[in-house]
């Protein structure tokens, strides 16, 4: 069985390993397809590749874009893009471009909740100048001692309605779609258990997801249950879309899954690297 993992972030977002440590650390741990899918940006993908050549393993172009879908946000990931596609490169930095002023505004709001100079304090985590995200006031947060672990700082300060949280409007899905369909790759819903949607929400979701041009579905992801693998894998059959699986690594300690570790996708089950 070759080993896919197709959701990784690196320092290009909020990862905390670069590029080739990425790389150089899931090709040490048995992973022979890795996706590199930081959000709303490409800039990593060169080096990986390079790193992937060295290290032996195949490196999937990928991007993981934000998206605002009838007022939740919607991960989409692009798999096997064309990195020089400019659709793509200007898509993402429109999406990008929001991120400053939003994080100033999370600082204000965590200001106001009585933590001061978290954006200073965001900026201390922050590894590329092109992109700030929530993950950096998490690390900040534990680091100051506000919350235990990255997610009680989401839990407590960062998530949907808390203190710290502003709402922002990304992408549209048309949007996310077109860019990758544009330059050339397959889109994946990114994490469908995390997002709070009701049955019918999903369900609308994925139809309109699959009416755009959309491939995929993850289903095997650290934000799962074993139980959710079948749901999805339910679900992504009944909308005619393959099955996709990644442990969305983020660094040593901080993900359910380190690369190596990720359950296979259920039994009969179409992989989205079926075609590839
Ligand atoms: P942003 O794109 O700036 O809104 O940040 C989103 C990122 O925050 C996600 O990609 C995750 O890395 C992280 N994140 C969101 N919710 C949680 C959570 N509950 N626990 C841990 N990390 C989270
Ligand atoms: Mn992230
Ligand atoms: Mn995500
Ligand atoms: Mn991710």
Redesign the pocket.
């Given at each position: 069985m070759t080993r896919y993992d197709l959701h990784s972030h690196s320092t290009c977002s909020d990862g905390v390993l670069t590029p080739s440590a990425l790389v150089q650390r899931a090709a040490e741990r048995g992973v022979q397809v890795l996706a590199l899918t930081d959000h709303d940006e490409i800039a990593g993908l060169n080096e990986a590749q390079a790193a992937a050549r060295e290290s032996g393993i195949t490196l999937v172009s990928g991007t993981?874009v934000s998206v605002t879908w009838q007022g939740d946000t919607i991960?989409v990931v692009g798999l096997r893009i064309d990195g020089a596609n400019p659709d793509l490169d200007a898509g993402l930095a429109a999406v990008r471009s929001g991120r400053d002023r939003r994080a100033r505004r999370i600082g204000d709001a965590l200001a106001a909740a009585g933590i001061p100079e978290a954006f200073e304090g965001a900026l201390a985590y922050v590894t590329s100048e092109r992109l700030v995200s929530r993950t950096h006031f998490a690390r900040f947060l534990v680091e100051a001692g506000h919350a235990r672990d990255i997610s009680d700082a989401f839990r407590r300060y960062l998530g949907s309605g808390k203190p710290g949280y502003v709402p922002h409007a990304w992408a549209s899905l048309q949007e996310a779609v077109g860019w990758i369909r544009a330059a050339g790759g397959q889109a994946v819903i990114?994490?469908p258990g995390?997002y709070k949607l009701a049955e019918a929400s999903m369900r609308e979701l994925l139809g309109e997801f699959r009416d755009r041009g959309g491939d995929a579905l993850e289903v095997v992801s650290p934000s799962h249950t074993p139980r959710q693998y079948a749901e999805y894998a339910r679900l992504a059959r009944a909308f005619g879309l393959t099955c996709s699986c990644g442990t969305?690594f983020h660094g040593p300690g901080e993900s359910r899954f380190d690369f190596g570790e990720l359950p296979e996708l259920p039994k009969g089950t179409e992989p989205v690297w079926r075609a590839w």
């Open positions: 993981e991960h990114a994490h995390r969305d």
